[in-house]
């Protein structure tokens, strides 16, 4: 089975869209959503609905849950904050019930989802090898995908040897060498200085996760951004992919 990992949208139509041309142009069995599907882009609706009818698993991030209400917009930085003012004054009816609907982890028997962290499922950060370990020993199962940093990142634990880095574009992760968590980056807001929207492919057979880049407008999503008076930052950072 192959596997789309997608995660951290924000909505960001134009690049969610240019991920799917090509999930479409390949032979994929299924699309997991690792949440923040909305938040500081300026299509969460657009986002939300086709979340929606295509991930077979969609978790909720800390975005979404602010925009839903179930987080109070005092746990944010200002930046995130006003977004996520903006994001609850559109957020249409149906956009909000399937989101409050959904929850920030899910736990298989060999491959464990979470928003953030096996430790916490909707803030921590796992940026070094030191909260990678703690993950470790909190993860039920071999292999874990997490999102909300932002980056593609994949740490392994060889027999309690933990080892990290930033996972490249075209980049193949083994996952029978020892444990991994693996995170595909952010579709809509990378924040590693690429600014091409991040994802990964996980295949069950081969156990491996291949890492992916893909273009798209960013000229169009920034513009949006700023017509819909979101804060113009959140269109800028864009441009450099921070
Ligand atoms: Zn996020």
């Given at each position: ?13 134009h ?10 142009g ?8 690792l ?60 956009s909000r ?34 909260v990678?370990?703690?993950?470790f ?35 193949r ?6 444990r991994a ?62």
């Amino acid at each position: 089975m192959r596997v789309a990992l997608i995660s951290d949208i924000h909505g960001n139509l134009h690049a969610l869209q240019a991920v799917l041309e090509v999930i479409d142009g390949e032979d994929m069995d299924g699309i997991w959503c690792l949440g923040d599907t909305v938040g500081y882009g300026a299509f969460p609706n657009e986002c939300v609905e086709i979340v929606r009818e295509r991930a077979d698993i969609c978790l909720a991030g800390n975005h979404d849950l602010v925009a839903v209400g179930d987080l109070g917009i005092s746990e944010f930085s200002e930046l995130a904050a006003s977004a996520a003012r903006w994001t609850r004054g559109v957020l249409s009816e149906d956009s909000r019930a399937f989101l409050a609907d959904l929850s920030p982890y899910r736990i298989g028997r060999r491959y464990a989802l979470y928003h953030a962290s096996p430790r916490d499922s909707v803030w921590e950060y796992v940026l070094s090898a030191g909260v990678a370990s703690a993950c470790f020993e909190a993860m039920p199962t071999p292999v874990a995908f997490v999102g909300h940093s932002h980056a593609p990142l994949h740490f392994t634990d060889r027999n309690g040897e933990i080892a990290g880095q930033v996972a490249r574009d075209g980049q193949r992760i083994r996952l029978d060498q020892g444990r991994a968590i693996v995170n595909p980056g952010s579709v809509g807001q990378p924040r590693d200085g690429d600014v091409r929207a991040s994802w990964c492919v996980l295949d069950t057979e081969a156990q491996e996760v291949v890492h992916r880049r893909i273009e798209y407008p960013v000229a169009d999503a920034s513009l949006a951004i700023l017509e819909a008076g979101l804060p113009p930052e959140l269109g800028e950072r864009l441009y450099v992919g921070r």
